[in-house]
C-alpha cells in the first residue's frame, strides 16, 4: 500500500513539472490552478454567459466542481440555481461546455426534507430515507433508479448522499428529525445505502457517504455553531463507513464539523488529521476523496480564520474543499490566494497539494466524467 501511495505521488509529480514545461506556465499559475482542482463552490443565478464570474473563475483555476441550491439561504422566497428541469438541464450543459476541465456539478439530493430538485419545481418526489427504510429491496431500488434518472436528465454528476449517520439520538433535530436517517442499526443503514450509491453508479453519477465520523448522536446542529458529540458518540457509528468502503464502491466521503475529545481533544473532524487520515485512511482503508461539508457552517467559521480552516483541513487528510456560499460569501480569488500563500509559506505541503490532485482526477477518470 506505501509502494502504491508513493508510486501514485511520483507519477502525479512527474505530470505536474511535465505539464509546467510543456505548456511553459510560470509555477504560481499551475499552482493555482492545483488549489482550483480543489474547490467546490456555490454561486448566483438560473443561467450563465462566458461573462459569469462562475465561468470566469471555472476557467481561470480549474475549479473541481460546483454546488447547485434551490433558494437562497437566507431568504427561501429567492431562487439561486434551480427551478425546473429545463432551465436546470440549461444550466448544467453551460457549465459543461464552458468548463476547461471535468467539473463535479454538485447537489444535495437525499430525498425528503433534504432535496434541490423538488416537486414544486416539476421534478419526481422521493421520500426519505425514514420511509424508504420501510420498504423492501426492490421498492427501493426503484425509488433510487428513479431519483438517479432525474439527475441525470438533469445533468448532475455529484449527488451529497447517502446518509450514513445512524438514528442512535432521537432527539437529534438535524439527522433523526428530518428523517435523514434510515436506522440505528448499521447493517440496515448499510443495506440502503449501498442500494442508493448502485442507482447512482448506473448512471454514472458519483455518490458521497456523509457525515463522517457520524452525526446522528448529536444534539446540535453544525450549521449554526460548535457540536460537540464526546458523550453521545460511539463505535458503532462507524460500522457503515466499514462495511460501504469493504464493498469497494465508496468514491467521496463527506466530513462532519462535529468534536468528539476522545478522537481529537483539539479539532473537529473535518480539521482533524487524526479522524480524517488515521481513523479514515489507516484504520478503516479509505484512499478515495474526502471532501469537507461546507466550511461557512458556524461550527467552523466561528471558531477559525480562513487561513486556519483552509490550512488544518487540507493537511488533515481533506482533498475537496466545499464553500457553498450560501451562510457567507467567499471569492474564488480569495480562496485560491490563501491556500497559494500557506503552501509558499510551508504551512501547507506541495505534497498534500498533489495528493489531493491525483485522488480528484483518479474519481473523475472512475466515474468517466470527461
Known amino acids: 500500500m506505501l509502494f502504491l501511495k508513493l508510486a501514485t505521488l511520483f507519477f502525479t509529480l512527474t505530470l505536474f513539472f511535465q505539464n509546467a514545461y510543456a505548456s511553459e506556465m510560470p509555477q504560481d499559475e499551475l499552482l493555482k490552478k492545483m488549489i482550483g482542482r480543489m474547490l467546490i463552490v456555490g454561486f448566483e443565478s438560473q443561467s450563465i454567459t462566458k ?32 427551478s425546473s428541469p429545463k432551465q436546470l ?43 424508504v427504510s420501510e420498504m423492501d429491496a426492490y421498492m427501493t431500488k426503484r425509488v433510487y433508479d428513479n431519483l438517479a434518472k432525474t439527475l441525470q436528465n438533469a445533468g448532475i454528476n455529484c449527488n451529497f448522499a447517502p446518509v450514513v449517520d445512524l438514528a442512535v439520538n432521537p432527539q437529534n433535530r438535524v439527522i433523526s428529525g428530518l428523517k435523514r436517517s434510515y436506522s440505528s442499526e448499521p447493517k440496515e443503514v448499510a443495506k440502503y445505502a449501498k442500494i442508493f450509491m448502485d442507482s447512482l453508479q448506473e448512471r454514472n453519477i458519483i455518490s458521497v457517504l456523509k457525515h463522517f465520523p457520524g452525526h446522528g448522536s448529536s444534539l446540535e446542529d453544525s450549521h449554526n455553531g460548535f457540536v460537540d458529540i464526546s458523550e453521545t458518540w460511539g463505535e458503532t457509528e462507524l460500522e457503515p463507513y466499514i462495511e460501504l468502503i469493504h464493498s469497494g464502491g465508496v468514491s467521496m466521503i463527506m466530513t462532519a464539523h462535529v468534536f468528539n475529545r476522545y478522537l481529537d481533544e483539539l479539532y473537529p473532524a473535518t480539521l482533524s488529521y487524526r479522524v480524517n487520515t488515521e481513523l479514515l485512511r489507516e484504520k478503516l482503508g479509505y484512499d478515495g476523496v474526502i471532501v469537507s461539508d461546507d466550511l461557512q457552517m458556524g461550527a467552523i467559521a466561528k471558531h477559525y480564520t480562513l487561513e486556519e480552516i ?11 474543499l466545499l464553500f457553498g456560499n450560501q451562510l457567507a460569501k467567499q471569492d474564488t480569488r480569495e480562496l485560491v490566494e490563501t491556500i497559494m500563500a500557506q503552501v509558499k509559506n510551508g504551512s501547507i505541503s506541495m505534497d498534500r497539494i ?10 473523475f477518470t472512475k466515474i468517466q466524467i470527461k
Open 354 to 363: 498533489v495528493e489531493s490532485n491525483s485522488r480528484v482526477e483518479q474519481l
Open 310 to 320: 483552509v490550512t488544518l483541513s487540507i493537511n488533515s487528510g481533506v482533498d475537496m
Open 89 to 131: 438541464k440549461t444550466l448544467t450543459s453551460s457549465l459543461n461546455s464552458f468548463a476547461k476541465k471535468p467539473l463535479l456539478i454538485s447537489v444535495d439530493q437525499e430525498g425528503g426534507k433534504v432535496a434541490r430538485l423538488k416537486p414544486a419545481y416539476g421534478f419526481e418526489a422521493t421520500p426519505s430515507a425514514k420511509v
Open 51 to 82: 461573462d459569469s464570474k462562475i465561468v470566469k473563475d471555472m476557467q481561470k483555476y480549474h475549479l473541481g466542481g460546483v454546488i447547485l441550491f434551490d433558494r437562497h439561504f437566507n431568504d427561501r422566497t429567492k431562487t439561486k440555481n434551480i
